[in-house]
């Protein structure tokens, strides 16, 4: 059995991003790609594509997040490619924000949108589908 | 509308009739001479056309005079009963004429049960008592996939009575117990992984059509299509297929291939089950239009390929390929849900993700106490607190293995799992525990 030490690669924990994130593409140095939006934290984004998306390098992220008490369109936002697990089904990918290159509007969206994620955010029922049972 | 009313049923052309809508052919319609891809059949020279191009198709059941087609027993079904649906693959190089079609007649559902035909399972022994059963279940499976994949691979003539067996053992396991041969599917090797997957596909699609109240008959055949999803693979070059390394756009796309090549290779082999071959070519379809190979969209895709794309994902993304690694369960469920309506079939993936459930057995777990541990059962009345073998200590140390159960009044309010973890976390690894036999031991006690 193993016993090293290892632990997780995140450092903070992500949040199941809501119906509010749409658009979201990511401009890296092979060309555009569509994604859909996963887990989120003001660090980072999870996401996932059908798409080739690269190993590893700095991309720029767009997308828009827009519901009734925010709406905040992030253009080129920069970041850098943590992992990115590759399956025939699509590819996953974790981005890290570079935040001493965020503007302070993008930085403060960035904030709000997570405190949202963690007020809406249930850890009995992740995806709210057993209140019926 | 009832899943009846949205049933289809594979027929022989030439027992089509006036008034029946054809929804799908044997062949893809691009290479018919036909410009819609569905119609009423108005007029004989249709039929004629169709006799031309296709052996049989596919028609909504709610279209005219079909039911003489719906549960008619034939020599095909009765042999399948006997020996599973590999039965068909005896009929290898037999000559297929349009006297005698090859095609299955049983209904093609296009929905799970209706409410009040589900059917509820129940577990019929513990998953301790099950698990070495399931083990010799899940290591003959093994054998029998590498063998048959082996075999397309060197040109051998394939004999698939070992799988077709295979997979009756592992639906006998899947109905005893839900949860044993599952808890199997999350020790992967990564040197091992499309047989593993084939199987783990078979296990997970057979588990959630149990969830979903199917038959048995019905549970075989979406086993059968899950554990030859991916047969296609045995002609994608091994060192594609095997790279120690992120395939390139090229090698992508020769891996793509392994849909189209699945479907030509259960049909050259004379597997003329229709849903299996329909799976292994449809399975990458993405309700919005961008999966391959075709492109098809929601309603093209056959409700069997929808299951299996399910549980391919998600075993997929926990999977611990040669060029990365594995993702935890709740990673692969959250990709799940936020993809579902686009990727996915909407309800179908909620219903995978209620049946898979937040810990499932084998995941590993983090408390609020700092503790590790192995989910090794579910509670079937509180999701969210299963029964943990507890393996390192708050500071995530090696600690003397502990079982708990999280229902347990001393521990409600106080204790419970903080997050899952993936698979090797603090260097836990939950096959380590399986394989000493220290999991084995503490269900069979517990059953």
Redesign the interface.
Known sequence: ????????KRQS?RY??DEFFTQSSLQTPEGNVDL????FNKEGI?L?S?E?IP?SGNVGLSMRYENPALTHEFCNLPGSIV????????S?CGIRFTLNELSQTDRTALEKIETHLINCDD?????H??DD? | MTANQHNEIEIPVNQLTLGMHVIRLDRPWLETDFQLQGFVIKDPSQIKRLAKQCQYVVIRSNSKSNSTFTQTPNYDERRIKKQGLFARLFKKNKPLTKTKSVATYHHIANAPPVPEKRIIYTDQIGTGKELPTAKITYDEAKNSVNHLMESIRVGRSVNVLESSKAVDHIVDSVIRNQDALRWLTKIKHQDAYTAEHSINVCILSATFARFLGHDEGEIRRIAISGLLHDVGKSRVPADILNKNGRLTVDELNIMKEHTTFGKDLLLSIGHADRIAVDVAHTHHERLDGKGYPRGLTASQIPYYAKIIALADCYDAITSSRCYDGARASMEALDIIYKCRGVQFDNDLAIDFIKCIGIYPPGAIVELNTGQVGIVIAANINNKLRPKVLLVRNKDKKIMSEKPVDLTNSEFQGKIKIARELPDDSYGVHSRDYLSMGAIMDIMRNQS
Do not use: W
């Open positions: 059995m193993s016993n090293n030490s290892i632990s997780e924990k199941l991003c859909t939006a996963i887990d999870g996932f059908n080739l190993e992992y990115c697990n590759q399956t025939e089904v699509g996953h850890p009995d029922d992740r995806y589908l057993f049972d």
